[in-house]
């Protein structure tokens, strides 16, 4: 099967995300995929070139060894709002070009406006379209103003797609809301693979690294560290004494456009023994930083953005056998409820003292084992096989090309 993938963000250097998990699987399986990609991060980057060409790139794997992906990345101009138009252009052509060199058998679409571009392509050319969301793309734009025309899109992309998925019953309903045909809305949600594999010895080498004492109650951040993430909140609070444990050290795996705030507070408050900032680390070493956490933390805003959503690292905590303190979510709530893993807190600031109150109270274990029972089954290699028989079922039913 070859595969054509259309995203609107960097493949290379964001995630892993459910994508890089899926499709690196189905390369090692023998199935053809290549990625058309946009640089996303390109204004903290931006060397004052206007002019970004047209780049064909082979990365290193993310997260399965002997997976190889193919990833393309039109040219755009580095021109704020002008960028919009600059890809949406180059984009449709790079599809159209895919179609008739790549002859795929299949498109997934994980963006709005190339994926708008590509579900008109495909259903020209008779080839399934696939719109995979685990987000509300449309509140992803940074510009609230166009955030509106950005909503029109994904509307018409839901409606127009062979088959539309999402990552959790809540994203669900909400694509349906938004008008994709209910008989073909389906959920595939995350797996959980390594991470679970923890071994005991990594834990105390990891502390030792970072200078945190086989004592210390240690909370635990990775990922990308967003302005509504809850994180600089949790530093704050551990700072301010909150839960009166000194024991209590924060540690972030990742980066992020909060990250430079959250290590400025470090140092202006001499806490940097207190709070560690790793940098983005590669996927496999991850299991030996969980194993060193005590407990995890997902701390986000009640924003729209995070409504709806249920990030993957939430799969890969609790497969860790590690309890996760989370603010109450709707689609958080919805997926793990009560007695899951998960304990849930009204405002990031609680974080804190709720995590030294379950060490205190010796719940930690007993919560986390709750967790890992509720998702081990939720291996990635079982939902592979559902994701690779749903593009194969589809590829069954399609009509010919014209």
């Known amino acids: 099967m070859r595969i054509l993938v259309l995203q609107e963000s960097d493949w290379i250097e964001r995630g892993p995300h459910q994508s890089h998990h899926l499709l690196e699987r189905l390369s090692q399986r023998g199935h053809h995929v290549r990625v058309v990609d946009f640089e996303i991060g390109w204004p903290d980057q931006w060397t004052g070139l206007r002019f970004s060409p047209r780049r064909e790139l082979t990365p290193q794997p993310k997260v399965v060894e002997g997976s190889t992906i193919e990833v393309v990345r039109p040219a755009i101009l580095r021109i704020p709002l002008v960028v919009y138009a600059s890809a949406f252009t180059t984009h449709a052509l790079e599809i159209r070009k895919q179609l008739q060199s790549y002859h795929p058998d299949v498109i997934l679409g994980l ?35 166009l955030q509106g025309l950005a909503r029109v899109v994904e509307q018409a992309n839901v409606r127009r797609a062979s088959l539309v998925l999402s990552i959790n019953q809540a994203l669900r309903d909400y694509l349906v809301e938004m008008g994709a045909p ?32 086989s004592n210390d109650l240690v909370l635990f951040f990775m990922g990308w560290v967003y302005p509504f993430s809850g994180l600089h909140e949790v530093a704050e609070s551990l700072l301010a004494g909150d839960g009166r ?9 990742g980066k992020g456009d909060s990250w430079d705030a959250i290590a400025r507070l470090a140092i202006a408050e001499g806490a940097e023994d207190r709070i560690k900032m790793v940098g983005f680390r590669p996927y496999a070493e991850m299991p030996s930083y969980l194993s060193a956490a005590d407990v995890c933390l997902l701390p986000a805003y009640r924003t729209e953005t995070m409504r709806n959503i249920v990030p993957i690292k939430m799969y890969e905590y609790l497969a860790g056998g590690k309890p ?48 890992r029972a509720f998702v081990e089954g939720n291996d990635w290699n079982s939902i592979t096989d559902k994701f690779e028989s749903m593009l194969e079922d589809l590829l069954a039913r399609r009509r010919p090309r014209s």
Do not use: C, M
Not at 133 to 144: A, F, K, N, S, T
Not at 329 to 351: I, K, N, Q, T, W
């Open 324 to 371: 996760v303190i989370a603010t109450k979510l709707p689609g958080l709530f919805r997926e793990f409820g009560e007695g899951h893993g998960v304990v849930y807190v009204e405002d990031p600031a609680e974080v804190v003292p709720k995590a030294v109150e379950l060490a205190r109270e010796g719940n930690l274990h007993r919560i986390g084992q709750q967790g």
């Open 111 to 145: 963006g709005l406006l190339n994926a708008f571009a590509g579900i008109r392509l495909a259903r020209r050319a008779g080839i399934p379209f696939v719109y995979y969301l685990i987000d509300e793309l449309h509140r992803l734009v940074p510009q609230r103003a």
């Open 182 to 213: 209910p008989e073909k809305a389906k959920v595939l949600p995350a797996g959980v693979d390594l991470i679970w594999d923890l071994r005991a010895e990594d834990g105390p080498e990891v502390r030792k690294r970072y200078g945190l004492a």
């Open 245 to 253: 444990d000194s024991r209590a050290k924060l540690l972030v795996v």
